[in-house]
């Protein structure tokens, strides 16, 4: 089991810049694939972005494409998820999850990630 907590999280305006943290705690680190999710409010929860647990596939929802990058350190046991030019819709929840099963590129649903932090807010003012 492992345990997951986002940080990083605030207010910004709309063309700013965030950088969230997702610290991981109990067994090995690099044996999960790691996600990133967002929900608004009123709205379903969505996949953001995910990497492989070796770093070297990740992919991201069409929305946040060209925006957003996520990296890891299995050293650090932590993924980030750098967010760039912000818009007001990407406001809400942003999760940290991971994944057990082995894909050769990071899932997409929900479904496939066992382990949930607790959630860090983002709010983009325009």
């Known amino acids: 089991q492992v345990q997951l907590v986002e940080s990083g999280g605030g207010l910004v305006q709309a063309g700013g810049s965030l950088r969230l943290s997702c610290a991981a705690s109990?067994?090995?680190?690099?044996?999960?694939?790691m996600g990133w999710f967002r929900q608004a409010p009123g709205k379903e929860r969505e996949f953001v972005g995910g990497?492989?647990?070796?770093?070297?596939?990740?992919s991201y929802a069409d929305s946040v494409k060209g925006r957003f990058t996520i990296s890891r350190d299995n050293a650090k046991n932590t993924v980030s998820l750098q967010m760039n030019s912000l818009k007001p819709e990407d406001t809400g929840v942003y999760y940290c999850?991971?994944?057990?099963?082995?894909?050769?590129?990071?899932?997409?649903?929900?479904?496939?990630?066992?382990?949930w932090g607790q959630g860090t807010q983002v709010t983009v003012s325009s």
């Open positions: 990497i492989s647990r070796s770093g070297d596939s990740t």
């Open positions: 999850a991971a994944s057990t099963f082995t894909m050769p590129v990071p899932a997409r649903s929900r479904d496939w990630y066992e382990y």
């Open positions: 109990g067994r090995t680190f690099s044996g999960y694939g």
